[in-house]
């Protein structure tokens, strides 16, 4: 293995645990989520057997999940309220959905974490040989270029 090709493996696992972390503390704060409620809420009021696609009906199942919190505003609302997606996406939202929002808010950031970090591994691991990610910063990788220009 080549230093550059270790420091771009150590630069990956730096920059990964960097992410979790912001994701951890990112977490706590309802609207960064929005595009989960906007899954979640319409899914859930399917399973109970109401129509995703009316928004009244979906906010009976909002109000019912997370009460009329005041901390919550009027947008975030109407965008946990209102399906945007394909009924298809139903489907695949559905295990996740029949969990209580606290969970399946976990459950959610876990996996679009892990399917964010193995994109990055895949997308590296695919690189590392022609460019590993030091070899940029590396004064020897640029020495040439700046001698031939002088």
Same mark, same amino acid.
């Given at each position: ?7 771009g ?6 920059g990964?645990m960097?992410? /979790?972390i912001?994701?951890?503390?990112l977490e706590?704060?309802y609207?960064v989520l929005?595009?989960?409620t906007?899954l979640?809420f319409?899914? %859930?009021?399917l399973?109970?057997?109401?129509d995703?696609?009316m928004?009244?009906? /979906?906010?009976?199942v909002?109000?019912?999940?997370r009460?009329?919190?005041? @901390? ?6 109407q965008i946990?309220t209102r399906?945007?997606?394909l009924p298809t996406?139903?489907?695949?939202i559905a295990?996740? @959905?029949a969990l209580p929002?606290a969970?399946a %808010?976990?459950v959610w950031l ?6 964010i970090?193995a ?7 695919? @690189?590392v040989?022609?460019a590993p990610?030091?070899?940029v910063?590396c004064?020897?990788?640029w020495r ?7």
């Open positions: 293995m080549t230093r550059a090709r270790f420091n493996g150590y630069a990956l696992f730096l990964c960097l992410f /979790v912001c994701g951890v503390v706590s704060d609207s929005a595009d989960f906007t979640y319409p899914t %859930r009021s399973l109970q057997h109401h995703p696609y928004q009244s009906e /979906v906010l009976k909002y109000h019912h999940e009460g009329n919190s005041p @901390a919550v505003s009027a947008d975030n609302v946990a399906d945007v997606y996406m139903h489907v695949l295990p996740v @959905a929002l969970v %808010r976990i876990t996996l679009s974490s892990i399917c970090i994109a990055v591994i895949a997308t590296w691991s695919c @690189a040989d022609d990610f030091f070899q910063f004064w020897e990788y040439p270029i700046a001698n031939s220009s002088l």
